[in-house]
């Protein structure tokens, strides 16, 4: 499973640049977490890694809480805890972009798909899945640890079904 880097530092930057904008985040503490992110992309495992990990996780200087709170009240993404949620594996999905983009397709109902992101602020994410799945998109906003669980169970059943 190979992480699209471009896909990650696109959707990582352009996440950075939103946090900035929206008053969750600071110029410096961007600077500051963009000098690790460089040295997790060099190392190579993108694997549930990124600027939000690094910002909520490594260097405390943002409240995932808050952030979940900002999109579904400023952007309007519902919010979506997949704990009790019996996940479909939809055709096509591959958990390497999941990864890439901290984002699950979690349902698609008549043309309509259902997607549970922590990047929903970044803007090159949403296009990525806007131009895949086609069609409309209901979005909710979902914790880091959600989707790492979410991600993981797809990673399972798409190794169960080619086996």
Not at 25 to 39: F, G, K, M, V, Y
Request: with cysteine; net charge negative; proline share 3%.
């Amino acid at each position: 499973m190979d992480i699209d880097k471009s896909l990650f530092i696109r959707g990582n930057r352009a996440l950075g640049q939103a946090l900035v904008q929206s008053g969750l985040l600071s110029q410096s503490r961007l600077d500051e977490a963009n000098t690790r992110l460089i040295d997790t992309v060099r190392a190579g495992n993108l694997r549930a890694q990124g600027l939000l990990p690094i910002l909520t996780h490594q260097l405390g200087a943002l409240s995932e809480n808050a952030l979940l709170q900002y999109q579904a009240q400023e952007c309007g993404t519902g919010l979506i805890d997949l704990h009790s949620y019996a996940m479909r594996q939809l055709p096509g999905t591959d958990p390497a972009a999941c990864w890439a983009t901290w984002t699950l397709p979690i349902d698609e109902r008549e043309g309509v798909h259902f997607l549970a992101s922590a990047y929903y602020l970044s803007q090159p994410v949403r296009a990525y899945w806007e131009q895949l799945l086609g069609g409309q998109i209901v979005w909710y906003a979902a914790s880091q640890q959600v989707l790492i669980e979410g991600i993981e169970r797809l990673e399972s059943q798409t190794k169960g079904a080619s086996s």
